[in-house]
């Protein structure tokens, strides 16, 4: 908790002192992106920690600006929740994979508020297009946390959405086109349209039937069909389609096979060239665009889950 001697002197800073901090600030290339050669955002999300009582660097930790709003991420609602008096529990079962949260009020505490995000609620959910919460790339890597996280953001709105101050945000607020998956996954929130596909699959029932396109042979169109998973044909035709699609990773035929063994035994079926698919993509993005940083963190996350393998795959 800040002291009555640090809140003084941040209350006493001036608007041009305020500035030229944002602006120093901004330069840093630690910043996440939103903030890098940003100082306007960083002095927004300043003056939102000085209403928290943050200070600037847990600010710029703790607070995302989305769509022009800004948006508490899942720790601090945590700890907003707990530093109001409410009492918090969480819990995940590993063998069932779900987490939960409850929440007592302190000035209701006969009252459990509680929700529950199992691995099959996060598996329905799909964003803009059409990829599955677990199919991303920190939800398969962490999905515990991922669980707990939705589970405590969901609870604490429902719970006390009065403890964030300005920072209280809905899903239907945080537009589907300004929300990307590492700030979804950052805060523990569904886009618009994530919602709404959770909603409409809740509500599924029988399509109408002429709505509904019935292929009687594959869709030569579709990269991703296999028609016969069984003809090597196949098999290769798929292998050369995803190095033909990222060429620039420069994969050997060997690292492409070691990859697709560890990741989608199923090959070449069409969940299985997705899922690599799938794989790449999101190692693209969090390099924002660098293949070799791409390569770099693709090999380091293959050799930590295959250890065994002490081969040259990646080298």
Same mark, same amino acid.
């Not at 389609?241 to 990741?263: G, N, Q, S």
């Not at 199923?266 to 390569?295: I, K, M």
């Given at each position: 908790?800040?002291? &009555?001697?640090?809140?003084?002197? *941040?209350?006493?800073?001036?608007?041009?002192? %305020?500035?030229?901090?944002?602006?120093?600030? #901004?330069?840093?290339?630690?910043?996440?992106?939103?903030?890098?050669? +940003? $100082?306007?955002?960083?002095?927004? @999300?300043?003056?939102?920690?000085?209403?928290?009582?943050?200070?600037?660097?847990?600010?710029?930790?703790?607070?995302?600006?989305?769509?022009?709003?800004?948006?508490? &991420?899942?720790?601090?609602?945590?700890?907003?929740? /707990?530093?109001?008096?409410?009492?918090?529990?969480?819990?995940?079962? #590993?063998?069932?994979?779900?987490?939960?949260?409850?929440?007592?009020?302190?000035?209701?505490?006969?009252?459990?508020? *509680?929700?529950?995000?199992?691995?099959? *609620?996060?598996?329905? @959910? *799909?964003?803009?297009?059409?990829?599955?919460?677990?199919?991303?790339?920190?939800? /398969?890597?962490?999905?515990?946390? =991922?669980?707990?996280?939705?589970?405590?953001?969901?609870?604490?709105?429902?719970?006390? $959405?009065?403890?964030?101050?300005?920072?209280?945000?809905? $899903?239907?607020?945080?537009?589907?086109?300004?929300?990307?998956?590492?700030?979804?996954?950052?805060?523990?929130? =569904?886009?618009?349209?994530?919602?709404?596909?959770?909603?409409?699959?809740?509500?599924?029932?029988?399509?109408?039937?002429?709505?509904?396109?019935?292929?009687?042979?594959?869709?030569?169109?579709?990269?991703?069909?296999?028609?016969?998973?069984?003809?090597?044909?196949?098999?290769?035709?798929?292998?050369? %389609?995803?190095?033909?699609?990222?060429?620039?990773?420069?994969?050997?035929?060997?690292?492409?096979?070691?990859?697709?063994?560890?990741?989608?035994? &199923?090959?070449?079926?069409?969940?299985?060239?997705?899922?690599?698919?799938?794989?790449?993509?999101?190692?693209?993005? +969090?390099?924002?665009?660098?293949?070799?940083?791409?390569?770099?963190?693709?090999?380091? +996350?293959?050799? +930590?889950?295959?250890?065994?393998? #002490?081969?040259?795959?990646?080298?």
């Amino acid at each position: 908790m800040p002291t &009555s001697t640090d809140l003084a002197i *941040r209350a006493n800073t001036g608007l041009a002192e %305020k500035i030229e901090y944002a602006t120093e600030l #901004s330069k840093s290339d630690l910043l996440p992106r939103a903030y890098r050669d +940003q $100082p306007a955002n960083i002095l927004l @999300v300043m003056e939102f920690g000085d209403y928290l009582g943050l200070p600037p660097v847990a600010a710029l930790r703790l607070i995302h600006i989305i769509d022009n709003k800004p948006v508490a &991420s899942a720790e601090l609602i945590a700890g907003r929740v /707990r530093s109001a008096g409410h009492r918090l529990r969480v819990s995940y079962d #590993s063998e069932k994979k779900t987490a939960v949260c409850s929440i007592w009020r302190a000035d209701d505490p006969d009252f459990e508020f *509680r929700a529950e995000w199992s691995w099959d *609620r996060a598996a329905a @959910v *799909r964003d803009k297009n059409g990829q599955a919460l677990t199919q991303k790339l920190n939800w /398969r890597n962490y999905y515990p946390a =991922m669980l707990k996280w939705r589970a405590t953001t969901e609870c604490a709105r429902d719970a006390c $959405p009065e403890i964030l101050l300005g920072v209280s945000y809905t $899903p239907d607020e945080l537009g589907a086109a300004a929300l990307d998956d590492a700030d979804a996954d950052a805060i523990g929130v =569904m886009t618009t349209a994530q919602r709404v596909a959770h909603n409409d699959l809740r509500r599924m029932g029988e399509p109408d039937p002429g709505e509904v396109e019935i292929l009687t042979e594959a869709d030569p169109d579709d990269p991703f069909t296999a028609p016969n998973p069984a003809d090597p044909a196949t098999a290769a035709a798929a292998l050369d %389609k995803i190095k033909d699609k990222y060429r620039a990773f420069a994969f050997t035929d060997e690292e492409l096979a070691d990859l697709i063994v560890w990741l989608a035994p &199923s090959w070449p079926d069409r969940t299985a060239v997705r899922t690599v698919v799938t794989f790449l993509e999101d190692h693209l993005q +969090q390099a924002e665009g660098d293949t070799e940083e791409a390569r770099s963190r693709i090999w380091t +996350q293959y050799h +930590q889950a295959n250890p065994q393998d #002490s081969g040259d795959a990646g080298a």
